[in-house]
């Protein structure tokens, strides 16, 4: 599904990821999320969970989703930011977020969102937003809250034993549901 790459006030263009984007997204996913590069930015995973938090093979799987999409951010032809879209009936699922960590907390993320939910209303009519955030991570879950998401109660298990996702610091790791209504 191409688009036309959309231009904003702070030079930030949004495009469908291709096949060609794989390598460079896997480094932005796990830079933003594990490892010591993860600190710089205030997103990170690291205390959580060990290891890997994609592979090519899973972006790959999202890019090539029929109800979906792998959105691509750049500034100046840098890649900024990305985030997955996935269309599930009258919701869309809004995952696989990632800014840069140098550029963390200066407002790229908030036009990431706003752009995605765009995107899913105009796309797919979709009346709201889904997300599942791991529950410990409350300074995240607050972010959200500040842009109109609200916690559900909803939980789902963290996947222990499958390492694609991580290898987990504790035993506790959960994931709730955050909702958004997007007025059409």
Known sequence: MATVPQQDPARL??????????PALVELIESAYRGDSSRAGWTTEADLLAGQR????????????????LVVV??????????QLEHRGDAAYFG???????????????QVLAEAERIARESWGV??????????REEL????????YRRTGTMTPFPYGDERFGIPQRDDLRFELLVKDLPQ
């Open 54 to 69: 994609t592979d090519p093979d899973g972006v790959r799987q999202v890019i090539s989703a029929s109800a979906g999409r």
């Open 13 to 22: 263009t949004f495009r469908d990821a291709t096949e060609a984007d794989v």
């Open 127 to 136: 009346r709201e937003m889904h997300m599942t955030v791991i529950t410990q």
């Open 141 to 148: 879950i607050a972010w959200y809250e500040r842009r109109g």
């Open 96 to 110: 696989m977020f990632a800014v840069r960590p140098g550029l963390q907390g200066g407002g790229v993320g908030r």
């Open 74 to 83: 750049e500034r100046d032809e840098e890649l900024t930011a990305c985030c």
